[in-house]
């Protein structure tokens, strides 16, 4: 992406962001920074705290410690409230609307409302405008609730789980939608999913959360480039100690074979073969062992990281 | 807030569209012209539209029912020489006016019951188990603002509906106004129905069950809740109704068995309580001597008790109006309190 018009300027920045219900942790200590421009996956298991935080953002929940700020401002800001859209896990629409009404609502409400990018995405799948939302198929629905996100034309949009209820064609056509859209207008995405065959070629950034905190943040490329994926003849219990100077994320046997992930530390020698990890072995590994030391790329920390010291105009 | 543009945008179906100008506002339709909501008012209205319409048809059926019941009331007035001629003597024949009076009025005192569970429990409860809350968050306005259109077009719906209800159902009981058999000022039947007491009851009921569909989160059960909140304060204001006057106590002194002995209360008063009054100002109870078996007998037990005369507590009907609009008052801050508390619970926990 525009890396160089937009890298200054941070779309997000979480400091120490965390969310405790009676029954525990929701999330805890979450800092990154999210530069402007970038579409990011935002990555981890089933109640990692992906929706909190998403939420959090979009000022849906307020956090119990620590702060974030949108383009500079607080959640719930005029300004934030303008500049960003948050499409909700559970993609509420008003069930006896029609799908013309659900825009107008849209139209209604948002000063820079693009009616022309709304009924694009509208007429993309065929949806009558006429029809009652109440009436529409899972998918059409959410293909509703992503244009209404959409036509607000917003500079940060951030969605929760968008294309959990679509078939694989529409998933890639609305995909497609979305990339042409945010690359044209340099619109920031932060998308939640655990389906990670989604992210490949989608993504530049990541933000992977698990246990509650950040395990992985930054640069596509850069997270890529500093991961080897080792594979080799198992020799003994465990890993090979020649393997031991370099940060180990992840290792697996099966059978006489033992594959590796690694961050190394130096150059990597022995008999093994050395691959670049592509992004879902990325992802599973850091996912499949909570207790790998995380990794955050300079572009995603945030100054004085870990400290909920408010918000830090951009 | 509620702002009237003339906008053409028109909701058209997409085949009207011209990709070339986007926006869809190039033509403006012969229907367009008349003012329309927009904003937040028109995303309220639209989605409490049913209950909103529902509402005002119910009150205009209910004001041309009550003008065509006047048309007769006084037609039969007129014909039968009222106020000239006591209605006692009208019998049976007056029977039909008296019903409908009473027909009218129950309708009217449960007004407040459904619209507290129909209109204002599901408020707000509806979006916050529907989502649709977190969909309003997600636009350009502030949830601040939403949460005032929906209490200010309830405000006016309610304040038209009960108020115009309220006028006309005292417009149609003035004739009768000091008729005791027709409705007894005091009962709630015409206290409830007239006046500035519909309105202020209805306003109270409805953000009572707001506020109860904020808490609870749940339209269903903030429905139940509210349905016993209103059954509840309907009970209370009965009960507190006779406080709400200034209680007047008229004694006399020509003795309790004579002609001219009751105190003459003014038309329309209501007596609240008699007791004999003693010749050193005690009161004693009226049943004091009804054991004595003659009147001889009873003059004597009366002598001895002292009784020199009535005293009888009661309320006029020159206090209904003030004591309605002071139960209104009560009722119209109470409401208001409800209203900060849900503004305070909203900048908080409104999605």
Not at chain 2, 78 to 86: A, I, L, N, T, W
Not at chain 2, 149 to 155: P, Q, R, S, Y
């Amino acid at each position: 992406m525009s890396e160089g018009m937009y890298a200054e300027e941070p779309a997000i920045e979480a400091y120490g962001l965390g969310m405790r219900y009676r029954r525990g942790w929701a999330l805890r200590d979450c800092s990154f920074r999210l530069p402007a421009g970038r579409i990011c996956g935002l990555v981890g298991p089933n109640g990692a705290g992906k929706t909190t935080l998403l939420s959090i953002a979009a000022h849906v929940l307020q956090p119990t410690h620590g702060s974030i700020s949108l383009f500079g401002g607080a959640p719930g800001s005029v300004e934030s409230g303008r500049r960003t859209a948050f499409l909700a896990q559970e993609k509420p629409l008003f069930r006896r609307f029609t799908v013309a009404e659900t825009l107008r609502l849209g139209r209604e409400l948002n000063p820079g409302w693009d009616q022309r990018a709304a009924e694009g995405i509208i007429r993309a799948g065929n949806v009558p405008f006429d029809a009652k939302i109440g009436t529409l198929s899972g998918g059409q629905r959410t293909r509703v609730a992503i244009a209404l996100a959409f036509g607000k034309r917003p500079d940060l949009l951030m969605l929760d789980e968008p294309m959990s209820d679509l078939d694989p064609v529409v998933r890639h056509e609305i995909m497609g939608t979305l990339l042409a859209e945010a690359a044209e207008r340099g619109t920031t995405v932060l998308m939640s999913t655990h389906v990670l065959a989604e992210l490949e070629n989608v993504c530049d950034y990541l933000v992977v959360v698990s246990g509650g905190g950040v395990r992985l943040a930054g640069d596509v490329d850069e997270l890529m480039s500093v991961h080897t994926l080792v594979t080799g003849a198992k020799e003994g219990d465990g890993m090979p100690p020649a393997l031991g100077c370099h940060t180990l994320v992840e290792s697996r046997t099966s059978g006489r074979q033992f594959t590796a992930l690694i961050r190394p530390e130096g150059p990597v020698t022995g008999p093994w073969d050395t691959n670049a990890p592509n992004m879902e072995e990325l992802l599973l590994a850091y996912l499949r062992s909570p207790d790998a030391p995380p990794l955050i790329t300079p572009t995603a920390q945030v100054h004085g990281q870990g400290f909920g010291t408010g918000a830090v105009a951009a | 807030m509620s702002t009237f543009t003339r906008s053409s945008t028109s909701t058209s179906t997409g085949s009207t569209s011209d990709g070339k100008n986007g926006t869809m506002n190039a033509t403006t339709t012969p229907a367009d012209r008349r003012p329309r909501l927009s904003g937040m008012t028109w995303l309220v209205w639209r989605q409490h539209r049913a209950a909103f319409w529902t509402i005002l048809a119910a009150t205009v059926l209910s004001v041309a029912w009550i003008v065509y019941q006047r048309g007769q009331l006084v037609d039969f007035l007129d014909g039968y020489g009222y106020p000239g001629k006591s209605l006692d003597e009208a019998g049976g024949k007056f029977q039909q006016y008296n019903d409908a009076f009473s027909f009218v009025s129950t309708g009217l005192q449960v007004i407040p019951i459904l619209l507290g569970v129909f209109l204002g429990a599901p408020l707000i409860a509806g979006d916050l188990e529907n989502g649709t809350a977190k969909l309003v968050a997600a636009q350009s306005m502030s949830r601040t603002r939403w949460l005032a259109t929906k209490l200010a077009l309830a405000v006016l719906v309610i304040v038209v509906s009960t108020g115009v209800l309220s006028a006309v159902f005292g417009w149609w009981w003035n004739p009768v106004k000091s008729e005791a058999t027709v409705m007894d000022w005091t009962s709630g039947a015409a206290f409830n129905t007239t006046g500035p007491v519909p309105v202020a009851l209805t306003l109270f009921s409805v953000f009572g069950g707001v506020a109860i569909g904020v808490v609870l989160r749940r339209t269903l059960t903030a429905m139940v809740v509210t349905f016993g909140f209103t059954v509840v304060l309907q009970l209370v204001w009965g009960y507190f109704l006779l406080s709400l006057g200034n209680v007047v106590t008229v004694t006399t002194n020509k003795g309790v068995t004579g002609e001219n002995a009751s105190p003459s209360l003014p038309q329309g008063a209501y007596q609240i309580d008699q007791s004999y009054v003693t010749g050193s100002g005690d009161l004693v109870g009226w049943g004091i001597c009804s054991e004595s078996q003659t009147d001889a007998a009873r003059q004597v037990c009366l002598d001895k008790a002292d009784v020199v005369g009535w005293s009888v507590k009661y309320l006029p009907m020159s206090q209904m109006n003030a004591m309605q609009w002071f139960g209104a008052s009560i009722l119209f801050a109470l409401t208001a309190g409800v209203v900060a508390f849900l503004f305070f619970w909203g900048r908080k926990r409104l999605v």
